[in-house]
């Protein structure tokens, strides 16, 4: 029976600053088959990953990532602002806003799956899938990376930039043709909201190995998903997942 992957969302964000090379090294050490990353654009059009459009929330700037240049963003504290995680340490707050490259320098003496998020629907970043693209070819032809997003278009285009792209389309609400537009598309997978497939697990049961659930974190839903044999499951507590994961095979 094929194995459910687990994947670290925005790293392991339920205990670490999210979307920091913090939160990746500890979801690697915790034994994640993959990570789930959100990219921006900065104004000199550099791919930061982090995950909303503004700055404030997950870092000690303010305003918009667009309006920034990388080296302004780069100055600020990507660790600060998580103090009310139980793991909290002074030193978080040297955490920066990592770039696309340095992820995959730090990825690249594992063999794990990088799925890239592309937060392009509500602001217009000009040629981030050329961008993306461009730098996966230049670290990561050697593993699995998939591209997600809400934002149809994007996927759109990068699988007319790149036929051989796997592309993920990434769904908030239900929808009756979703086979039939990913076969359509030449889609490789959907990545759906648990509650959408937890209310109705037999409906979803015949797409399992080709769906990937976000945001599971609690036991019952973790174990719920591992029972239906999804392809992956993407949670902010990956150490959680992979040992109930592991239980099963015991
Ligand atoms: O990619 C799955 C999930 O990350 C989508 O929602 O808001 O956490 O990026 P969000
Ligand atoms: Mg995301």
Do not use: C
């Not at 404030?56 to 303010?62: C, F, V």
């Not at 461009?134 to 990561?140: C, D, L, S």
């Not at 591992?226 to 109930?244: C, F, G, H, K, Q």
């Amino acid at each position: 029976m094929r194995k459910t992957k687990i994947y670290g969302h925005r790293g392991s964000k339920g205990s670490f600053p999210e979307n920091t090379l913090l939160s990746f090294e500890q979801a690697i050490k915790q034994g994640v088959d993959g990570l789930e990353i959100d990219v921006h654009l900065t104004k000199d059009g550099e791919v930061v990953v982090i995950h909303d459009e503004f700055l404030d929330r997950t870092t000690n700037g303010s305003g918009l990532i667009k309006e920034y240049d990388l080296k302004e963003i780069k100055k600020l504290s990507a660790g600060s602002k998580f103090t009310e995680l139980e793991l909290y340490e002074p030193h978080w707050q040297q955490e920066t806003v990592p770039t696309l490259q340095e992820v995959f320098q730090l990825l690249a003496p594992y063999n794990i799956d990088l799925n890239i998020e592309l937060k392009t629907y509500l602001v217009n970043y000009e040629e981030i899938e050329e961008k993306v693209l461009a730098i996966v070819n230049q670290f990561g032809n050697s593993r699995k990376v998939i591209y997600s997003s809400f934002h149809l278009p994007s996927l759109i285009k990068l699988k007319q930039l790149d036929a051989s792209a796997n592309i993920a389309w990434l769904l908030n609400q239900p929808d009756t043709h979703l086979k039939e537009y990913m076969d359509g598309l030449n889609f490789e997978s959907l990545h759906i909201n648990k509650d959408i497939v937890l209310s109705d697990r037999s409906h979803w049961t015949h797409l399992s190995s080709h769906i990937r659930v976000w945001t599971a974190n609690s036991r019952e839903e973790i174990q719920q998903l591992l029972e239906m044999s999804v392809n992956s499951i993407i949670t902010d507590y990956p150490e959680r997942a992979l040992s109930l994961r592991n239980e099963r095979k015991t």
